[in-house]
């Protein structure tokens, strides 16, 4: 919608994700202090979220890049897509976290802290998406199909056209989702809130696709949108995860919980 406009020196889309992640730091911080977080487990985790976001914006350039790929048979390094840099992002973290965490936590209060921060850290991954959409909605970019009487005006391609503004509809829905889960979590000690964002989020986002417009690649599949393809996996992951949180974690944790009382 502003794509020019800028504020010292940086671009409105830059300044909301920007926001977003600070935003994101600082939430982070309050719910780890509400739920009384071990303060060591807590500091190592925001290391590893730091240098995830950081490889998250790579996976993010990446998936995007391997979508035009598909699409055009051509090779450009451009452009992010979130989904992509979730993914990537939670892999990282993960490969990472665990890695790392077996030799900096002799007595594995990492892995039994972890349900813990990631209930945490998961509104806050929804309120910096939330954000960063309002960053889409300035730069014009993820924009709808076109709509003379429920579009705004946004450019695109160098003319301004009325476009359904799909980037404030995710944001409203991620807000609108960021205080349900932030509900669960502090009021309900929800076990599930992870399970409960890939799930929602997913069903979202395969829906609002249907609105969108601007270029979306190739998922390889003719009727489904790369993103479609994403957050079917979402779904089927958060699915996944009610029964592993269910049935297997209870199991990890009684293997794990003796080494809490070694000296």
Same mark, same amino acid.
């Given at each position: 919608?502003?794509? =020019? $406009? ?19 730091? $600082?939430?982070?911080? $309050? ?9 060591? $487990? ?18 993010? *350039? ?18 992010? @897509? ?16 665990? @890695? ?9 209060? !990492?892995?039994? !802290?972890?349900? /813990? ?31 003379? *009487? /429920? ?25 609108? /989702? ?43 599949? #003719?009727?489904?949108?790369? #993103?479609?393809?994403?957050?079917? /996996? ?10 592993? =949180? ?12 003796? !080494?809490?009382?070694?000296?």
């Amino acid at each position: 919608m502003f794509p =020019h $406009v800028k504020f010292l020196g940086m671009d409105l889309y830059s300044i909301m994700i920007f926001l977003g992640i600070l935003a994101a730091i $600082v939430v982070f911080r $309050v719910f780890c202090d509400v739920k009384k977080a071990p303060a060591a $487990v807590f500091n190592f985790f925001l290391i590893v979220i730091a240098g995830s976001i950081i490889l998250g914006f790579l996976s993010a *350039t990446l998936f995007q890049s391997i979508y035009n790929y598909i699409a055009s048979g051509v090779w450009q390094w451009k452009g992010m @897509t979130f989904l992509g840099g979730l993914v990537g992002g939670v892999l990282c973290f993960f490969l990472f976290y665990f @890695t790392v965490g077996h030799f900096a936590f002799r007595k594995k209060e !990492h892995l039994l !802290h972890l349900s /813990l921060f990631v209930r945490c850290a998961i509104p806050c991954i929804v309120l910096a998406h939330a954000f960063g959409r309002i960053g889409c909605l300035f730069a014009g970019c993820c924009y709808g199909i076109p709509s003379e *009487t /429920l579009g705004l005006p946004m450019l695109i391609k160098g003319v301004y056209e009325k476009r359904i503004a799909t980037q404030l509809i995710e944001s409203i829905f991620l807000f609108l /989702l960021f205080g349900v889960l932030t509900y669960l979590l502090l009021k309900k000690d929800n076990a599930y809130i992870a399970q409960i964002y890939l799930i929602a989020y997913g069903v979202f986002r395969f829906a609002i696709e249907y609105l969108r417009d601007d270029p979306r690649g190739s998922s390889g599949i #003719s009727f489904i949108t790369p #993103s479609q393809l994403t957050s079917i /996996l979402l779904i089927v992951l958060g699915i996944a995860l009610i029964f592993f =949180h269910k049935y297997a974690y209870p199991k990890l944790i009684a293997k794990i919980q003796p !080494h809490e009382n070694e000296e």
